[in-house]
């Protein structure tokens, strides 16, 4: 089984930024594809961005492309969301997902293909 942790959220101002760390431990964390999710209240989990196991593929969601960037440094078992120029509709408890399941060369944006979840750390944007 794949643990995974989340941390970094937290109060920002709109227009500021934040980074979002995921640890994993457990079964070996190069052969996993990534992804950040995020579910605002009384909204569906939504994706917002996914990382294939070696980091040459990325895929994020339109609202936020250009603003939020992932990364994974597979030596630390940790990925990343760098996330700038944040929104109030940014607000959202975001996860960490992986995909211990079968390795896709394209990450999935699917929240099915995500068999492994982090317990969410809570991002606020104020306006």
């Known amino acids: 089984q794949v643990q995974l942790v989340e941390s970094g959220g937290g109060l920002v101002q709109a227009g500021g930024s934040l980074r979002l760390s995921c640890a994993a431990s457990?079964?070996?964390?190069?052969?996993?594809?990534m992804a950040w999710f995020r579910q605002a209240p009384g909204k569906e989990r939504e994706f917002v961005a996914a990382i294939s196991w070696s980091g040459g593929s990325t895929d994020y969601a339109h609202s936020v492309k250009g603003r939020f960037t992932i990364s994974r440094d597979n030596a630390k078992n940790t990925v990343y969301l760098q996330m700038n120029s944040l929104k109030p509709e940014d607000t959202a408890v975001y996860y960490c997902?992986?995909?211990?399941?079968?390795?896709?060369?394209?990450?999935?944006?699917?929240?099915?293909?995500?068999?492994?979840w982090g317990q969410g750390t809570q991002v606020t944007v104020s306006s």
């Open positions: 997902a992986a995909n211990t399941l079968f390795t896709p060369v394209v990450p999935s944006t699917q929240e099915a293909d995500y068999n492994s």
């Open positions: 457990g079964r070996t964390f190069s052969s996993y594809a």
